[in-house]
Nanobody, 121 residues
């Protein structure tokens, strides 16, 4: 019913930039918060950034000042602009959104398939 499709990952040198996008589609009635998580090899998945339906952002301390989350409600899309990338930012990045569908009034979390970000020289 609902799909989250990410794009924009890849290989970048330390200090470089990337922009991730995640578009939600399907039988969507309302999207609440949207966010990005990441999971590095051998580590637990962690929250990177989240943005409310009113576009209020929050970030994990390790990316503050370097990453910017934004959303386009008309396009049901969330973005993560990443700058000054470091090798420790290397991970699979997952999009997450809390969505209410036209067939269910109870919102639930949906996940994208993940996109690899590799920061290496």
């Amino acid at each position: 019913q609902v799909q989250l499709v990410e794009s924009g990952g890849g290989l970048v040198q330390p200090g470089g930039s990337l922009r991730l996008s995640c578009a939600a589609s399907g039988s969507i009635s309302r999207i609440y918060r949207m966010g990005w998580y990441r999971q590095a090899p051998g580590k637990q998945r962690e929250l990177v950034a989240v943005i409310t339906s009113g576009s209020n952002p929050n970030y994990v301390d390790s990316v503050k000042g370097r990453f910017t989350i934004s959303r386009d409600n008309a396009k049901n899309t969330v973005y993560l602009q990443m700058a000054s990338l470091k090798p420790e930012d290397t991970a699979v990045y997952y999009c997450n959104a809390r969505i209410e569908t036209v067939t269910s009034l109870t919102p639930r979390d949906y996940w994208g398939q993940g996109t690899q970000v590799t920061v290496s020289s």
